[in-house]
């Protein structure tokens, strides 16, 4: 049998990456700002539609950047999924705010928008979706919801870069929106990251917080003589480099998409005899989603041991992994956190839940051998 390593994620490079940047150094324009963070900030603003994206240092950062252009105060309430990433929650905490987790939906994991009304206190302040694995939120009733109670909208969509929610770019739909181009996301620029604006004013001082709190882009556009402390910022923009490494990487975002959503449809299609068979639960996409092929999970059938499944593929070479430990359930969780509900769907999914290695050059032989091994491993544990 083949050993031939398969690993959980390769960086996908276009090949035009150490052009770009020996342009930035050749042109001396070395920190942030430049023409190729002009360049990547045009690109996102006519694909997502959003008034005005903003290159970061990561989606972290631009969470970050979202807490304190809603103002969150020490007290406020901010709802979100406890299934998703820890900068999800921690950049709201950072201002003194308290995560409300609430569950998840069993079709596509993503916030429960049933559950969120309920959640609803006089100290709420901010709804904060996840798109996870790059499929869409049911945003009209979270939007509707948001807008009777007079709640903010945050995408978390760090995962969701060139996906749509009926038709509409992810990131481009609530008040804001966070994307990441981590080396792990689909678009790379090893750390990196966009904060979308979704209207006027908050566009304008997004640009103020990014700029150390000072109107320093209005300075340069000619829009005031002189450019001063306006309130409370920091450095959150990226040096020319990253954004020249992300620009090779913008140009080819539809191929990229393109190209990871033939392998997903081919693990699609090959895991669905075992589905069929009961051994496990396949991804389930909303049809008014346009996903952008960023995982490959499955859910495996309750009862099977997810750790001896791992130990399989990997005696095989084959690098699988499984994500979130809820974060009502972390130790940060349970410190700064509060739980809304039951949470009967995080912890069990949570638990089920195992990536497979999907990545641009993983060929459907690869990928073939990696559901083969699945299937003999749960085979093996199904009674
Ligand atoms: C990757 C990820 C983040 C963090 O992105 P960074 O760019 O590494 O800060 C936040 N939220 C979710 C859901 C993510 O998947």
């Given at each position: 049998m083949s050993k031939e390593t398969i690993l959980f994620n390769r960086p996908f490079m276009t090949g035009k990456e150490l052009d770009y940047i020996a342009q930035a150094k050749f042109g001396n324009m070395l920190a942030g700002d430049g023409p190729f963070t002009k360049q990547c900030h045009r690109w996102l603003e006519s694909h997502t539609g959003c008034n005005k994206a903003l290159l970061t240092h990561s989606c972290t950062a631009a969470l970050e950047m979202a807490a304190l252009l809603l103002d969150i105060q020490p007290g406020d309430e901010v709802i979100l999924p406890?299934?998703?990433?820890v900068s999800t929650a921690n950049a709201f905490v950072l201002r003194g705010a308290v995560p409300v987790f609430v569950d998840i939906r069993?079709?596509?994991?993503?916030?429960?928008?049933?559950?969120i009304e309920a959640a609803i206190t006089s100290r709420t302040k901010a709804i904060v979706p996840v798109h996870y694995a790059g499929v869409a939120c049911e945003m009209d009733t979270i939007l509707a919801i948001a807008h009777k109670h007079g709640l903010a909208v945050v995408e978390d969509a760090a995962q969701g870069v060139m996906s749509t929610y009926k038709g509409r770019a992810l990131?481009?739909?609530?008040d804001l929106g966070a994307f990441s181009f981590h080396e792990t996301k689909n678009v790379i620029s090893g750390e990196g990251g966009a904060l979308l604006a979704n209207n006027p004013a908050m566009g304008l001082r997004a640009e103020i917080i990014r700029e150390k709190g000072t109107d320093r882009s209005r300075f340069f556009r000619g829009e005031v003589d002189k450019y001063t402390w306006q309130e409370v910022g920091s450095s959150f923009l990226p040096g020319e480099m990253t954004a020249a490494f992300l620009w090779a990487q913008l140009e080819e975002a539809q191929s990229i998409t393109n190209r990871r959503l033939a392998i997903w449809e081919h693990y699609h299609g090959a895991l669905a005899e075992l589905e069929l068979q009961g051994l496990l639960r396949r991804p389930i996409v909303p049809e008014n989603c346009q996903h952008n092929a960023h995982m490959y999970y499955v859910l495996l059938a309750p009862g099977i041991e997810r750790q001896v499944v791992l130990d399989k593929l990997k005696s095989h070479a084959i690098y699988a992994v499984f994500h979130y430990v809820p974060l009502h359930s972390s130790p940060g969780g349970v410190r700064y956190g509060r739980v809304h509900g039951s949470m009967e769907i995080t912890d069990g999914y949570s638990e089920r839940l195992l990536r497979l290695p999907l990545w641009l050059g993983l060929t459907n032989e690869q990928q073939d051998r990696v559901v083969d091994v699945l299937g003999d491993a749960l085979a093996a544990l199904a009674t």
């Open positions: 406890s299934f998703t990433f069993p079709d596509t994991l993503n916030l429960d928008e049933r559950l990131g481009s739909l609530g």
